[in-house]
Antibody
Framework: QVTLRESGPALVKPTQTLTLTCTFSGFSLSTTAMSVSWIRQPPGKALEWLARIDWDDGKSYNAFLRTRLTISKDTSKNEVVLRMINMDPVDTGTYYC???????????WGQGTTVTVS | DIQMTQSPSTVSASVGDRVTITCRASQSISMWLAWYQQKPGKAPKLLIYKSSSLENGVPPRFSGSGSGTEFTLTISSLQPDDFATYYCQGYYSYFPWTFGQGTKVDIK
């Protein structure tokens, strides 16, 4: 069974750095064509894709946020970490991690973690 | 970077209605388009990938079509469980991925 779980602080202050961890099981991020993405959703608003890390350590970032984001993986721990610097109240929302494999879309999602910037 | 534009933003429909949602990409993304359903307080659920491939376990009343810059999601006969918000996502490898702004399907 494939599962993903997000963890991190529920509350951060403006200008601080947010560090979120996605811990997954049931698949390996060293498998060809596998990737994990981070997505967020402000309260009452649309989904926003943030970043992706691929099986071969390729990385891609949201064009508007790329100067603030860093994504990394620890394959041995089955973890993907997202760092976002210079947090602002507009960054408040639910943060999800999700898996993509082969030609599919984001087929398995975590339950999300809520982050408030205040 | 690629922008995804969904229309309409809201659809008011009744059980049994046929519902169509459109997603347009600002440049060609070939077939790399997915559709998700999200209900309040829940994570999104993948419905369709690669424009028209139905995810395992998704009812066949959901279908997707399109390529290049224009895509559609169709629900052939709306069921009570289908009232939700739907998002498209372009996932072309050469560009950062993007979601559309969402379409809410509510009860007429």
């Amino acid at each position: 069974q494939v599962t993903l779980r997000e963890s991190g602080p529920a509350l951060v202050k403006p200008t601080q750095t947010l560090t979120l961890t996605c811990t997954f099981s049931g698949f390996s991020l060293s498998t060809t064509a596998m990737s994990v993405s981070w997505i967020r959703q402000p309260p009452g608003k649309a989904l926003e894709w943030l970043a992706r890390i691929d099986w071969d350590d390729g990385k891609s970032y949201n064009a508007f946020l790329r100067t603030r984001l860093t994504i990394s993986k620890d394959t041995s721990k089955n973890e993907v970490v997202l760092r976002m610097i210079n947090m602002d109240p507009v960054d408040t929302g639910t943060y999800y991690c999700a898996r993509k494999m082969n030609l599919s879309g984001l087929d398995v999602w975590g339950q999300g973690t809520t982050v408030t910037v205040s | 970077d690629i922008q995804m534009t969904q229309s309409p933003s809201t659809v008011s429909a009744s059980v049994g209605d046929r519902v169509t949602i459109t997603c347009r990409a600002s440049q060609s993304i070939s077939m790399w388009l997915a559709w998700y359903q999200q209900k309040p307080g829940k994570a999104p659920k993948l419905l369709i990938y690669k424009s028209s491939s139905l995810e395992n376990g998704v009812p066949p009343r959901f279908s997707g079509s399109g390529s290049g810059t224009e895509f559609t999601l169709t629900i052939s006969s709306l069921q009570p469980d289908d009232f939700a918000t739907y998002y498209c996502q372009g996932y072309y490898s050469y560009f950062p991925w993007t979601f559309g702004q969402g379409t809410k399907v509510d009860i007429k």
